[in-house]
């Protein structure tokens, strides 16, 4: 039986939109759950905020594939899908040699380097459309698979890939729902073999679950009626800030530790 649900009130006012931002990416607005990490990373330890994602994001893994099931792309799928094995791999050997500041600061790293990838996205979209091709999908889905272990944000390194190919929303929002719906599972094994799965992460993850779903039936709704710029803007400019007090936080942790 698992323990009583978290009663912290800092961890939910981080967590619940966290997991907001998370439904809404599964629903089809890609991208916006890489600022969700970044906000449980304040609250809480990066490695624990990975932790008691995992789970909901599988639920709302089921919830975007049933939703996108007709709509993907499978030579994307055939390439990206083994890379992001690789990747997944290679965070999991360096997971157990890494100390949490280095990973909060990792964290920081990412959110910010997504942004600069947001606000040059146009340029990779720009000219005529590109093939998937397999070197470059190894290449970025392995980063992927990567950067999805340590923080659950393979969705740039990905959207590197396949925005030059100019899929349509939907099947673009489709093939990304089952590629991490496959490498998410696949981060199950070894998340569990780094002892991550505790009573309380997993009771952590149970009192989210509600708000998962409902968000990601959220997210499937608005992406087909809600013009994203605007909310896109505050949400860049949030995970900005955001991954800035995590280098800060990372970094000075590193130095003050040494």
Known sequence: MLPPFPSDPIFYFAAIPAVILLGLSKGGFSGLSTLAMPLLALAISPVKAAAIVLPILIVQDWVSVWAFRRDWE?????????????GVAAGWLM????????VRLAVGLISVGFVVFMLLRDRLAAGAATRATIGPGLLWGAIGGFTS????????????????????????AGTSAILFAVIN??????????????????????????????????????????????????????T??????????????????S
């Open 74 to 86: 499978a030579r994307n799928l055939a390439i990206l899908v083994p890379a992001g094995a690789i």
């Open 95 to 102: 997971a157990a040699r890494v100390d949490e500041q280095a």
């Open 149 to 172: 272990f340590i923080s659950h944000a393979g969705g740039p390194p990905t959207m590197v890939y396949m925005l030059p190919q100019k899929l349509t929303p939907r099947i673009f």
């Open 240 to 257: 900005f800030l955001v991954g800035v007090k995590l280098i800060w936080d990372g970094g000075w942790g590193l130095v003050a530790g």
């Open 185 to 238: 599972l696949m981060k199950v094994g070894p998340y569990f073999a780094l002892g991550q799965f505790s009573r309380d992460n997993l009771s952590a993850s149970v009192s989210l679950l509600p708000v998962a779903v409902v968000a990601t039936f959220a997210g499937v709704w608005l992406v087909r009626r809600v013009s994203a710029d605007r909310f896109y803007a505050a949400v860049l400019g949030l």
